[in-house]
Nanobody
């Protein structure tokens, strides 16, 4: 029902910035909590950031707090991840994800819901060089 397509990844030097976009097709975008996960080669997939249905609540992993900002535009069916002060350890494939919610819950649970993701994007590579 929902297709997620990420864009904006690429190669950037340490300290630089990138903005990832995730465009969703299908109806009911505002019924989904949205967010981002990432996975580096040989490592576990980890949560990065999440945002509640209406955008009023956000979640960030400790490793990206203060550097990344998640936002969404429900009129455009798009979620964004602004990544500043990038570090080599941010290198990973970044995946957009959606979780259907019947009610406007907060997003503090985002790091505990990987198994419950309803839709995944195909991923976009972010590479940060030293």
């Amino acid at each position: 029902q929902v297709q997620l397509v990420e864009s904006g990844g690429g190669l950037v030097q340490a300290g630089g910035s990138l903005r990832l976009s995730c465009a969703a097709s299908g109806r009911g975008f505002s019924n989904y909590a949205m967010g981002w996960f990432r996975q580096a080669p040989g490592k576990e997939r980890e949560s990065v950031a999440g945002i509640s249905r209406g955008g009023s609540s956000t979640y960030y992993s400790d490793s990206v707090k203060g550097r990344f900002t998640i936002s969404r535009d429900n009129d455009k069916n798009t979620v964004y991840l602004q990544m500043n002060s990038l570090k080599p350890e941010d290198t990973a494939v970044y995946y957009c994800a959606a979780v259907f919610l019947a009610a406007p819950y907060g997003i503090s649970w985002w790091d505990r819901r990987q198994k419950d993701i309803d839709y995944w994007g195909q991923g976009t590579q972010v590479t940060v060089s030293s």
